[in-house]
């Protein structure tokens, strides 16, 4: 059975960090891209990062770039997230997907990916 199951969540004061994982079992994350994805209450999905499938490109929306870093361990089979000078608005839950194929690319909307991990609450609060 494919699966993705995030981990890493938590409650962080604001301007702190937090480090997110995606793990993978069932299938080899060799061949697939990977996003990161997060949903406030009462707002949209929104992709937040997301990593192709060799590595060698990375992409991040102006609302977390240079806060936000993805990276990937395909010895390990997960990808993570690494999150710094969090902001209050960055509170959702974190999901991550799995794309298969892009190799060079990979797209910050949500619609390709197609497997989903069932998520992980960031709260950023004082």
């Known amino acids: 059975q494919l699966q993705l199951v995030e981990s890493g969540g938590g409650l962080v004061q604001p301007g702190g960090s937090l480090r997110l994982s995606c793990a993978a079992s069932g299938f080899t994350l060799d061949y697939y891209a990977i996003g990161w994805f997060r949903q406030a209450p009462g707002k949209g999905r929104e992709g937040v990062s997301c990593i192709s499938s060799r590595g060698g490109f990375t992409n991040y929306p102006v609302s977390v770039k240079g806060r936000f870093t993805i990276s990937r361990d395909n010895a390990k089979n997960t990808v993570y997230l690494q999150m710094n000078s969090l902001k209050p608005e960055d509170t959702a839950v974190y999901y991550c997907?799995?794309?298969?194929?892009?190799?060079?690319?990979?797209?910050?909307?949500?619609?390709?990916?197609?497997?989903w991990g069932q998520g992980t609450q960031v709260t950023v609060s004082s």
């Open positions: 997907a799995a794309l298969r194929g892009g190799s060079y690319y990979c797209p910050l909307g949500s619609g390709p990916y197609e497997y």
